[in-house]
């Protein structure tokens, strides 16, 4: 050991300092946006926020409405095409076990969830916006499905895994097939998991912004048709935060607190089911 | 029924499959094979939307290009890769104290009733939308830098060209701080995770020696965590790399390069989000994307290191604890 134990007792408080500095540092960000988001936001507020359309510059009042209905209405496209895929190939990894083309499988589901969101909004827009000649709702749905399938299926393969082998033997041994030990007693045991795992992908494919810039584009209008650009939460954000008024700064934090309410009460439903699933287990 | 002794065999030999079985088994299979369908077809569209461009300009020469005129047809995409390249390291060199600390304190110093409200609000930073943290660096952080934090820098450092320049706030150093801020809960958690697997009966043999809290900490804890830790800052860095909205609020939109952190400049996934939805024509649609290819070569890449050495990490500690 080098030095005197002076110097070594103090080189460990100045470094226990410095790490607990760090834990400071670390929240200082969080407290900032959530303080501003909410001070700034909650003024603007107002039944009519939530149901009006927006208005043009100059013109005071107006909403959110469009986008609100927008973002759901795009999740839910997302869902349609995401959840099957997404929970199909999780339980087809929990199922194979290590083929090698199941390692395969999850080797590349594993990249696919850190390839980053504005070039999966680039592959929606080769797939669907470059044939229907036109930005979608349907595009943009596509997009947000590409960004939940693989993270959703390697939580599904964690939580299949999960069920106990010895529930799957006993079904097996009483005659029931495969399949149906499957989806009757395998997957309803992990379905609390997959429900939490869903309501997580689904808060993280609402606050996505880059890959519906091109493929959703915006509406200043209602819309539910799937062939019709569509308004969502995020990117109205966005255009009001880069425009030069100070009206729309102003809608944009209230828009950004709506945003934060929504993935907020997400997340805290997804922890909420957690805890009393593994309640009801011990 | 009795067998004749003259049927066939391995006809009745054949074990019984169930139907469903059957079709149960061919519908997940293509569930599963639909992941690589996507991963396929990810490849496929993009080099698809991109291949006017490579076509025309050649690979080298779009890569090594420094000019940037989607009017008249000039595509050089090095101020983007630069502009990505400089944040997103900057980010991590700014993150990853932050992070180790925070989790050093959480796992080996501090008390432990801190970890579980220390461990929900760092869900909470990761769970907070990428636009939401540009609305509030755009409005908070960059006046902050502009009046603040780049006028000291200016005045104390300004002889380093790195710090030189007038405060304009967007730039460099505004996009690398949001970075920062959006990496940090990625890095933190995987450090946490490889940090709780630190062998306990070495960092207690150091303390029974005499070693300070800090010692046990340097020569039993982090030599074992530096593949995991390793890993972790490459994952952040995947995640800073392809960070989009954030970065395009402050980073200013100017395809230059320059060496002061102060100045506007650009990266690859905010000109393709500024830029791609107006983009004039096939060869501008396709240099756009051709900078998505690329932006995706290097995110792979990363990745895939990532997980190698986090993979090879785990095997040898479990090698170790057999």
Known sequence: ?282 | MRARADTPQPAAARPRVNRGDRAWGLILSALGGAVLIIAGGIILSLVRVARPVFAEVGLEDFLTGQDWDPLSDVFGALPFIYGTVVTSVLAILIALPVALGMTLFLAEMGPKWLRQPVAFAVETLASIPSVVYGLWALFVLVPWLRQTVQPFLGDHLGFLPLFSGPPLGLGYLAAALVLAVMILPTIASVTGEVLKTAPVAVKEGALALGATRWEAIRMAVLPHSRPGIFGATLLGLGRALGETMAVTMVIGNSPTISASLFAPGYTLPSVIANEFAEAAGDRHTGALAALALVLFGITLLLNSVARLIMQRGQRKLQGRAA
Not at chain 1, 171 to 198: C, D, E, F, N, Y
């Open chain 1, 1 to 282: 050991m080098n030095g005197s134990l002076l110097r070594r007792k103090a080189v460990n408080h100045l470094l226990t300092g410095l790490c607990a500095l760090m834990v400071l540092v670390a929240l200082l960000p969080l407290v900032s946006v959530l303080w501003l988001v909410i001070k700034n936001g909650a003024a603007g507020l107002s039944w009519t926020f939530f149901t009006a359309l927006p208005r043009p510059v100059g013109e005071e009042g107006g909403g959110v409405g469009n986008a609100v209905v927008g973002t759901l209405y795009i999740v839910a496209i997302a869902c349609a095409f995401g959840l099957p895929l997404g929970i199909g190939a999780g339980v087809y990894l929990a199922e194979s076990r290590n083929g090698l083309f199941a390692r395969g499988i999850r080797f590349t589901a594993e990249l696919l969830a850190g390839v980053p969101s504005i070039v999966i909004g680039i592959v929606a827009y080769g797939v669907v916006v470059v044939p229907m000649k036109r930005f979608s709702a349907l595009a943009g749905g596509v997009a947000l499905a590409l960004l939940m399938i693989p993270t959703l299926a390697r939580a599904t393969e964690d939580l299949v895994r999960l069920v106990p082998g010895s529930l799957r033997e006993a079904s097996l041994a009483l005659g029931v097939p495969q399949w149906k030990t499957s989806l009757r007693v395998v997957l309803r045991t992990a379905m609390g998991g997959i429900v939490t795992a869903v309501l997580l992908s689904i808060a993280r494919v609402a606050g996505e912004t880059a890959p519906l810039l091109f493929t959703a584009l915006n509406n200043q209008y209602w819309n539910l048709r799937p062939d019709q650009p569509t308004s969502t939460l995020t990117v109205q954000i966005f255009n009001y935060a880069i425009s030069p008024y100070e009206d729309w700064h102003a809608k944009a934090w209230s828009a950004a607190l709506v945003l934060l309410l929504v993935v907020g009460v997400l997340n805290l439903l997804a922890r909420q089911m957690t805890r009393t699933r593994l309640k009801g287990a011990r």
